[in-house]
């Protein structure tokens, strides 16, 4: 999860220009990931890792950080049943 956990980092600091965030830093709490970032990090999580999220079900306390991003984009898909 290292390589995942510095891409998302370059996304952070090359992208949304959010310099000396570490991998566990509170994202939420110390305003870095704000509405406009956040939909910027969304479009490169999708473009980088292939991640959609359901908007009906998101969660926000899943990119509270950079290690719990991670863990989200890492997470096997899990297909719903018909």
């Known amino acids: ?3 995942c956990v510095d891409e998302i980092q370059t996304i952070f ?5 959010r310099k000396g965030v570490t991998p566990s830093t509170d994202l939420l709490e110390s305003g870095l990931l704000d509405s406009m970032s956040f939909v ?5 999580l999708e ?6 999220p359901n908007l009906a ?19 096997p898909v899990v297909l719903a049943q018909k």
């Open 57 to 75: 079900e998101l969660d926000l306390e899943h990119f509270r950080s950079i290690n719990k991003i991670a863990e989200l984009v890492s997470a």
């Open 13 to 17: 600091s090359d992208v949304l220009l």
């Open 1 to 3: 999860m290292s390589k």
């Open 40 to 44: 910027e990090l969304l479009l490169n």
């Open 47 to 52: 473009q980088r890792f292939g991640y959609t």
